[in-house]
């Protein structure tokens, strides 16, 4: 069993920055990839950005390229999203995910385990 706890969520306004974090602990593979999911209220669940164990891959979503930044720390266990340039449509509970497969796979909601969400809200 893995578990992720994210933090660094809060109030912002529109233009500001926020950065989360998901510290993984349990039984974590050798190597996974990693990534941030979001939710908004009365919508699906979405992919926002997934990194591959050694960082050197990343995939984002069109609506949050430019805007977001993620990485890890594999000696911590924890992975960043740098949110700037927020905007109200980015309000949202944003979730970390964990996958023992790829992070293409990761971005395809391929994801073994999930936190439990930290919410992120943007007032304009």
């Known amino acids: 069993q893995v578990q992720l706890v994210e933090s660094g969520g809060g109030l912002v306004q529109a233009g500001g920055s926020l950065r989360l974090s998901c510290a993984a602990s349990g039984r974590t593979s050798s190597t996974y990839a990693m990534g941030w999911f979001r939710q908004a209220p009365g919508k699906e669940r979405e992919f926002v950005a997934a990194?591959?164990?050694?960082?050197?891959?990343?995939y984002f979503a069109d609506s949050v390229k430019g805007r977001f930044t993620i990485s890890r720390d594999n000696a911590k266990n924890t992975m960043y999203l740098q949110v700037n340039s927020l905007k109200p449509e980015d309000t949202a509970v944003y979730y970390c995910?964990?996958?023992?497969?790829?992070?293409?796979?990761?971005?395809?909601?391929?994801?073994?385990?999930w936190g439990q969400g930290t919410q992120v809200t943007v007032s304009s």
């Open positions: 995910a964990y996958s023992r497969a790829s992070a293409w796979s990761l971005q395809r909601s391929v994801v073994d385990y």
């Open positions: 990194i591959s164990w050694g960082g050197s891959t990343t």
